[in-house]
């Protein structure tokens, strides 16, 4: 091995880590009111050769909790023996939301409308300018974990801005089925990345507060699929059947035209034909009914699971393709590849990607 194929030791927060070792970095965050410090612990896994800092983080939203558990399995994982370069892995970002509960901050913020922050701005701003200068600038890649909200559920897909074509390639290797092309909205950690050029793409996939063990399994290994594509872990031994992500063209929410009780007739993957009957208002104090009918044909990618819903909520999240019946065929493929040999509702762990 040569000298240059060596890595110096990795610094974080003042941490240094020797190449081939691993540790937590307790990032301190706040002094809570009871006098009690809380941080945001940081794994920091850091191969013996240079390459890549990527940074895996979850619960920015502090009630989305499939990502905590993704990291969970990333680091438990055997591909991280060799690794090149280093894993910056936050399973949880928000660490107050998580305590409640909550996809927010004690000030009712959204830390993830806050960056890139101000040192001396509200307590998200504060957080924001911390997280951005202790760790995302530490980074070369981004990998930003989220779920849907309470009582809304997303089928696993990549939200990244292709224009940038390593962005665009790290959503193609993460290796789910589907991607939209998302503008970036203001003050979130995707948008405060792209702007200091570190590719960064968004994992969308199941609900708030709720494990969805293949929204799991599909992160854990879309993790490990972009690090194999960045060269940081070997190739697979046994490759997974290879998925042809498909770019939404564009997509669309249909919402309910009136209060009552709401009752979905379609799920999650499913193929929607433009007019099909999707769910049906109902009224449980008259025999009042409306129908809703899908404007556009499309993959449902995201759907509203609470019954009671207000006139104008969010109900179905349709994402419309060139190709739909071959978009379709690969998510159904995939769905069941992604839960092959899993028997939900077991205590049987699932075993960790290769
Ligand atoms: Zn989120």
Redesign the pocket.
């Known amino acids: 091995m040569s000298a240059e194929e060596v890595a110096v030791p990795f610094e974080l927060a003042g941490v240094s880590v020797a190449p081939g070792r691993r540790t937590v970095v307790e990032m301190p965050a706040a002094q809570l009111y009871t006098n009690t410090p809380l941080n945001i612990p940081v794994h920091v896994v850091h191969g013996r050769r240079p390459g890549p800092v990527l940074l895996v983080c979850a619960a920015?939203?502090g009630d989305?909790l499939n990502g905590v558990e993704i990291i969970r399995r990333v680091l438990q994982s055997q591909s991280l023996r060799n690794l090149r370069g280093t894993l910056v892995a936050v399973p949880v970002v928000n660490v107050f939301g998580f305590i409640h509960k909550s996809?927010y901050l004690p000030d009712r913020r959204d830390l993830?409308r806050c960056f890139p922050g101000s040192e001396t701005g509200s307590l998200g701003a504060r957080m924001a300018w911390l997280f951005k200068n202790q760790i995302l600038d530490r980074c070369t890649h981004a990998i930003d974990l989220?779920?849907?909200?309470v009582y809304r559920s997303n089928l696993p897909q990549i939200r990244a801005n292709l224009d940038s074509s390593a962005t665009a390639e790290m959503a193609q290797a993460f290796g789910v089925p589907l991607i939209l092309n998302s503008v970036l909205r203001d003050g979130t950690l995707r948008e405060v990345a792209e702007a200091q050029n570190i590719p960064v793409i968004t994992y969308?996939a199941g609900e708030?507060l709720r494990f969805d063990e293949a929204s799991i399994r599909a992160g854990v290994r879309g993790v490990i699929n972009v690090m194999r594509h960045l060269s940081m872990v070997a190739p697979a031994r046994k490759p997974h059947p290879l998925v042809e992500p498909s770019v939404a063209r564009s997509s669309l929410w249909v919402r309910a035209e009136r209060d009552g009780v709401f009752r979905s007739l379609v799920a999650l993957g499913d193929r929607i034909k433009k007019d099909q009957l999707l769910g049906r208002i109902s009224s449980p104090f008259s025999s009042d009914e409306m129908q809703i009918l899908a404007p556009c044909a499309g993959i449902l990618v995201g759907r509203d699971n609470l019954p009671l819903v207000n006139e104008g909520e969010a109900l179905f999240h349709i994402a419309r393709f060139e190709e739909v019946k071959e978009v379709a065929e690969q998510v159904q493929a995939f769905a069941a590849d992604i839960l092959e040999g899993v028997t939900l509702g077991t205590s049987t762990e699932p075993p960790i990607a290769p």
């Open positions: 920015i939203h989305e996809r993830n989220h779920t849907g909200a969308e708030a």
